[in-house]
């Protein structure tokens, strides 16, 4: 059973930073290309960043230059430090898995002073 476990979340300040962490289990990813996504209320869920199986990235434009991901295959790990924090950044965000569409539970994120 695959499973992929967020966790970094929480309520921060307008320019802050924050770094997300999605395990998985039950599914090698080192092979997949990975994804955060996040939707916000009233919103459709939409693409932050994406990270090929050989590191290769592709950021939103909203984003780009603010938030990094990364990934730790020996952890089985994917990671999304967001800087520069904005309260348009407000979502749930999630990670996915390409291969097989795997997804996260999602992790709360709030930006507001």
């Known amino acids: 059973q695959v499973q992929l476990v967020e966790s970094g979340g929480g309520l921060v300040q307008p320019g802050g930073s924050l770094r997300l962490s999605c395990v998985a289990s039950g599914t090698i990813i080192s092979s997949s290309a990975m994804g955060w996504y996040r939707q916000a209320p009233g919103k459709q869920r939409e693409l932050v960043a994406a990270i090929t199986s050989g590191g290769g990235t592709n950021y939103a434009g909203s984003v780009k230059g603010r938030f990094t991901i990364s990934r730790d295959n020996a952890k089985n790990t994917v990671n999304l430090q967001m800087n520069s924090l904005r309260p348009e950044d407000t979502a749930v965000y999630y990670c996915?898995?390409?291969?097989?569409?795997?997804w996260g539970q999602g992790t709360q994120v709030t930006v507001s002073s």
């Open positions: 996915m898995t390409y291969r097989g569409n795997y």
